[in-house]
């Protein structure tokens, strides 16, 4: 009896710990510089976290960026470079995409489909 729950107890935590392992691997590294897809939306409205959306949010996959990741676009001159907060999914959102709100949808439209560099603040 004692060693069948000495092995439900071993795996149990063979398991945990392979679940931590996943869940790590697949959140974003700080530090790293990533080459996202991004293009912008100017759709007014609440985010899937429940904000209203305003400048400074990005919509991503929750898969690579999770909500609350902070992420810096580094395009020096433009004005779409700074920090964002993911605090959207947006439902065409994929992989390695972004889409950055921006109030003006004349604004998001000239901003069109562009390849960004990316660096995770947090």
Do not use: W
């Amino acid at each position: 009896m004692a060693v069948r729950l000495l092995r439900t107890a071993l795996a149990v935590t063979l398991l945990c710990c392979a679940a931590d392992a996943f869940s790590e691997s697949t959140r974003p590294i700080r530090n790293t510089t990533l080459r996202l897809s991004a293009t912008a939306y100017c759709q007014h409205g609440r985010t899937k976290s429940g904000v209203q959306t305003r400048e400074g949010i990005v919509a991503a996959d929750p898969r690579r960026l999770p909500l609350g990741t902070r992420l810096r676009i580094l395009a020096p001159g433009q004005s779409y470079a700074g920090v964002y907060t993911v605090m959207d999914t947006g439902s065409g959102v994929k992989g390695r995409e972004i889409d950055i709100f921006m109030p003006s949808c004349s604004r998001a439209k000239r901003f069109g489909r562009r390849t960004v560099n990316v660096s995770i603040v947090r």
